[in-house]
């Protein structure tokens, strides 16, 4: 048995209290989004969604799909794409959720009191709630997109659209109300679903889905608001996360 002197006693002491602080740091639970850490981040959870098991199962709100049912085939369109850039089905989509719109939460990390990843409506009805009180965020911010994770692995997710500012559709055919622009859906949906799988933002890649710009209203070739093909770079990093699926299989790509 050796001896301890009360100065060796207190070197320890600082160690194990150093050693306890910065391994609890490391592995806390986290709840942020997707505007966190670098801005040049690309991959934000190197490991996905871990061994949580897929497919990952994603809800949809019934307040989207009662609006306007085409709204369901844009998100599908963004679940195949990310799907077929992994070569395996690492997302599904289930229209089940009646009780819950963005209005039910009165902030932003409020979903994750639920049991469900999802995607919401966040707008003003009955005069309470609406995007900025809900989440705190700017009208000019189409969708964000909010995690829980510990270790570099997400365990849940959850994606609010703006629906107070926009609406959403199909830029290429739809038109603008009086008071909103109209958002393409599937191109929202696609960067905000490369989110939840993991992905940052692309800022210095415009071609990129991850960028975190795109424009409003009908599209022209002079205003494009569309960008609903993955760009080589996007493939690559989704793959890194989630390794081991088929060849790539797209319609379309960005090279």
Not at 12 to 30: A, T
Not at 52 to 71: F, R
Request: net charge negative; hydrophobic share 40%; aromatic share 10%.
């Amino acid at each position: 048995m050796r001896i301890v002197t009360k100065s060796t006693f207190l070197f320890i002491l600082i160690v194990f209290l150093f050693l306890l602080i910065s391994c609890g740091l490391q592995n806390r639970i986290v709840q942020q989004d997707d505007n966190i850490g670098n801005i040049n981040d690309v991959i934000m959870y190197s490991s996905g969604w871990g061994s949580y098991g897929y497919p990952i199962t994603i809800d949809i709100s019934t307040q989207i799909t009662n609006e306007n049912a085409k709204l369901l085939g844009y998100i599908q369109n963004a679940v195949n794409t990310w799907n077929n850039a992994i070569g395996r089905n690492i997302l599904v989509l289930r229209t089940n959720i009646d009780a819950y719109t963005g209005n039910s939460f009165p902030n932003l990390y409020a979903p994750f009191q639920v049991a469900y990843k999802a995607l919401y409506y966040d707008q003003m009805s009955g005069g309470r709630g609406g995007w900025v009180n809900n989440t705190g965020k700017d009208t000019n911010v189409i969708a964000t997109t909010i995690f829980q994770a510990q270790n570099n692995t997400i365990f849940g997710a959850n994606i609010r659209f703006n629906r107070d500012s926009y609406i959403f559709g199909d830029t290429t055919a739809d038109s603008n109300t009086n008071t909103q622009y109209i958002a393409d859906l599937e191109s929202i949906a696609l960067h905000e679903l490369g989110h939840i799988l993991g992905l940052g933002h692309a800022i210095n890649e415009s071609e990129s889905v991850m960028y975190p710009y795109i424009g409003v209203g009908p599209s022209s070739f002079s205003s494009p608001t569309t960008a609903r093909c993955l760009s080589a770079n996007d493939i690559q990093r989704i793959r890194a996360i989630y390794p081991g699926g088929a060849s790539a299989n797209l319609s379309c790509m960005v090279n």
